[in-house]
């Protein structure tokens, strides 16, 4: 019964340990991931959201920041390790706007990663069929460079890089 399955199971564990580790299969790249800057937060109410953040969780929580080159307002809440952007729409043609007619009570929209070197990553995603839904970085909502990759690449998820 049970103590079979677990004693056949246990050799294929052990294997698996053993084996090589992942990092040994990833290719050397010209550029490298850094830290997870932020996880983006689409909200059809900034004010509520802000208050939710602030006066019920207690968290730090900056000023509202308008990026109208993105069609967005952000919020950031500090998280120690890492931060939330909460983002509402900033215009008819905002992403955000668009986001929020799907999903009418918002929910995650992107994740961002830091790099050492956005242009060295343009040049080796593009190599490797990864589409980047702009020509050039674009200053973002930290005064520095990002891209972002395409949703269907990255297996359903929007990638912001941004430069470190």
């Not at 079979?4 to 199971?9: D, G």
């Not at 998280?79 to 992403?95: A, F, I, V, W």
């Amino acid at each position: 019964g049970l103590l079979t399955r677990l004693r056949t199971s246990a050799p294929t564990i052990q294997m698996l340990s053993s084996s090589n580790s992942f990092s040994q299969n990833i290719p050397s790249c010209l550029w490298k991931l850094g830290r997870l800057n932020h996880v983006a937060i689409a909200v059809p109410d900034l004010e509520k959201a802000q208050s939710l953040y602030k006066d019920v969780l207690g968290a730090q929580v900056s000023e509202t920041v308008a990026l109208p080159e993105h069609g967005v307002y952000t919020v950031f809440v500090e998280l120690g390790n890492t931060k939330l952007e909460l983002l509402h729409p900033l215009g008819e043609k905002s992403p955000i706007a668009s986001f929020l007619q799907k999903n009418k009570t918002g929910g995650m929209h992107h994740v961002c990663i830091e790099v050492d070197d956005i242009k060295a990553a343009m040049t080796e995603l593009k190599k490797k069929n990864i589409r980047i839904l702009s020509e050039e970085p674009k200053i973002g909502a930290h005064g520095k460079p990002v891209i972002f990759l395409h949703p269907k690449d990255c297996h359903g998820v929007l990638v912001e890089l941004e430069q470190a």
